[in-house]
């Protein structure tokens, strides 16, 4: 967190933002993701920014880092309840931010055990702990090889550094 908050501060001192690098030389092109986005070890990630920890019967998912820092401040959530069942690459609930609403897609498929209820009264925490204490749903998955068809840590990193790069 520390520091997240050091790169924060140091992109706020050198007028850097990821929607204005315009000023920089096309030569040395910068990925801000991979600067100040966090891709963990042990997880899976999905295209559309949603990453998954497997342990066991459950697989625990939310959304990254990267996908919080370009909603921005996320001031509300919309999850399913338990028992619902999801489908992989299909939506399960929504992150309104103040810039945005956007769909949060399962990356595998399975029945909803559990939601962060702690969301409800704190989405911040999808912001400031996108990997721990903001998690989303639970999940019993219903085909656990769908997990092979997800990035390891190193194809999300340069997956996010192609997709900035096109923006």
């Known amino acids: 967190m520390a ?28 990925s801000l993701s991979r600067c100040f986005s966090t891709v963990l070890d042990g997880l899976k990630y999905a295209t559309s920014h949603e990453w998954v920890k497997h342990e066991g019967s459950v697989a625990t998912i939310g959304i990254t880092e990267h996908a919080q820092d370009h909603l921005g401040e996320v001031v509300f959530v919309e999850l399913p309840e338990p028992g619902a069942a999801v489908t992989q690459a299909s939506g399960f609930g929504a992150v309104e931010s103040v810039k945005a609403t956007s769909d949060v897609n399962s990356p595998i ?51 996010c550094e192609e997709e900035d790069a096109a923006h």
């Open 3 to 30: 520091l997240r908050v050091w790169a924060s501060s140091a992109a706020n001192a050198l007028k850097l933002s990821s929607a204005s690098t315009t000023h920089l030389s096309p030569a040395a092109p910068l």
């Open 109 to 159: 498929s399975g029945e909803v055990i559990e939601v962060n209820t702690k969301l409800t009264e704190t989405p911040g925490l999808i912001n400031s702990s996108p990997y721990a204490d903001g998690w989303m749903i639970k999940v019993k998955p219903s085909n656990p090889s769908e997990l092979e068809s997800l990035m390891g840590p190193k194809e999300y990193t340069k997956f």
